[in-house]
């Protein structure tokens, strides 16, 4: 095991577009997977470094560091600063999570494939689990009380890693917002023909609206959003036209119950999109969908056992996509979807607010 | 809650395909969830009886009962007559789980779908925790000492239900083992296209090896099959000639690992099936996978979780698919496979026997 910190970029190997040859220790794993990474801000031709202006922990992180330190700012902001010197990446060793970082770009390599220029700002797309950090300003500025935290640094970017560039037209919450589900809309797009009939479970929702409108965008015929409760449902149409076609009050936990009204409401789908977090939504999204069709699942709560022995169960040959949060161009996609469609902007405005 | 059994055909509601008709307690969801089925003799229409000889309990049921009763078989025999009389369907109430059945087709309802005629032997495909059941021989040949129970009664197939017929020319436990794995070399063969690179993880097994086969007859150009140990590339060497091109012995828990050994064996892979029940192979999947292709996972060892963060984690652009153990026709594909492959027939007879 190496012992000590940090390694010259010279006596690297070449560089991995994958980040191995930051992986310090334990070698040979990926950067996700290992217990410390190498932040030297020396960058290999393919990467890039950032200048890091704040850090967003994931809710579960913040959540067991104000716990365990009974919420004393100081010992909390000792215990980030700890993870991050010791391990080279902000990864939580109790909860493993890490988040998501904004700042600038201040050096790209000649080879790096990502499409950034100095001076851009923009946020990463991958978690803070796989990326070197390391931080210059001893969290000062950040009083402990949230999981935002103000801070110089910088961060390293390698050739498979993804960001975005934020958007100077839309406030920087409401464009982290859409990044956060951008993976559900693009992938929608992708599966959604022309003349479709598409049904998105959780249409209120972040994911879910921008799924709509990317289903709507892609030629879907019939656009049917269902949503949990009247509350939700006069958010969808308090959004003004066009989002859906039909608003369907069900609970997705019920197979029978949600086949049958997205049935009255012109299904079953050809694409149904999972979108909603809740347990045990497998066989109602399967019922509600035709032979032949496609269920693409976007909610963490999915169990892969449900879905596999549900299908077997009802005999239903539907094709099952387990959501990939990555595809090509997803960011750009979903924000431009929100700019064009005012009752996408207005459901997020909300949810962002709230 | 209805309180009696039977219900007379007569009084029932039109017939569902899935079965709902002949839900008893709680009405309205779908028979897998059902506390109680009605087994009552008369079919609907589109329904079929089937003469019952033989249950094959699911492993962890019969085990959970073995333990319970610890191996008393008096014991064991009166609690799964108690929960098939009580059921209407065999589902243990502690696993939740069934089985399958083998029996002979005793009635076609006229409007049934599934192409059985009377006097077939055929196997379900459908689990026995949604098969309306009904035992008339108090399972008195049983002897309690294994999850094979010969016995006599009857079984109904709703529209929806599944089931093969057993073919005269192949012993019967090699039918069994081929139908239960049988989705997999189905799927295999919708997704690999002529020219693609096929990485088949868990080569050796029953599943894998039906898959290796079905991804040389879509025309993969390089079938590569990875095994975790020495003996098992044995088996798979020992076949003869043609099941796959390259054998790659590897830990699939190991991404970078397993990536490598895939690469320097032909890979990438166009489509990349896993087909090994140990958990942590969703990283090295997606990492032998070239950008653009399909990872079909099998193993219900998979992580919802793990595949769609993997992937985000690892930039990949890679659709990933539930497999699904129902496409139409799969039970004959996998059966004919099995004829004309002589390597898969080797690798099968071998783990019947054992």
């Known amino acids: 095991m190496t012992t000590s910190l940090p390694i010259s970029a010279q ?6 577009p994958l980040g191995l040859h930051r992986v310090v220790d334990p070698p040979g794993v990926l950067p996700q997977a290992a217990w410390r990474l190498d932040p030297s801000p020396a960058i290999a031709p393919d990467e890039v470094r950032v200048r890091v202006d704040r850090l967003n922990l994931d809710a579960a992180s ?12 100081d010992k909390i902001r000792a215990a980030v600063l700890e993870i991050i010197a010791t391990r080279g990446k902000m990864q939580n060793p109790v909860t493993g999570s890490g988040g998501m970082l904004t700042g600038t770009v201040e050096e790209v390599g000649p080879d790096s494939p990502l499409g950034l220029a100095s001076g851009q700002r923009i946020a990463t797309l991958v978690s803070l689990t796989l990326t070197p950090l390391l931080i210059t300003d001893a969290l000062r500025r950040w009083d402990g009380q949230s999981e935002q935290i103000p801070c110089a640094g910088h961060a390293i970017l390698f050739a498979r890693s993804i960001a975005a560039v934020l958007p100077d037209d839309l406030p920087i919450p409401l464009s982290l917002a859409v990044m956060d589900v951008c993976g559900a809309p693009a992938l929608t797009s992708r599966v959604v023909k022309p003349g479709h009939v598409a049904v998105i479970i959780g249409a209120a929702g972040k994911s879910g609206s921008l799924s709509a409108a990317a289903a709507r965008r892609a030629g879907a015929a019939q656009v049917i959003g269902v949503v949990p409760t009247e509350t939700e449902a006069a958010l969808l149409r308090g959004t003004g036209a066009g989002l859906v076609d039909a608003i369907v009050i069900a609970d997705a936990r019920d197979p029978v119950g949600l086949a049958e009204k997205v049935e009255q409401a012109g299904g079953p789908a050809d694409v149904t999109v999972v979108c909603v977090d809740a347990a045990g939504c497998e066989g109602g999204a399967i019922l509600s969908t035709k032979q032949g069709g496609t269920v693409i699942f976007f909610s963490m709560a999915t169990s892969f056992s449900a879905a596999a022995l549900g299908a077997e169960g009802l005999a239903a040959d539907v094709t099952m996509l387990v959501g990939n949060g990555y595809v090509p161009g997803h960011a750009e996609f979903a924000l431009d979807l929100l700019r064009t469609t005012g009752s996408v902007r207005s459901l997020f405005e909300r949810r962002v607010e709230s």
Chains 1, 2 share one sequence.
């Not at 006596?11 to 991995?16: D, E, N, Q």
């Open 11 to 16: 006596t690297r190997r070449p560089a991995s």
């Open 62 to 73: 913040y959540r067991q560091l104000r716990e365990t330190y009974a919420g004393d700012p």
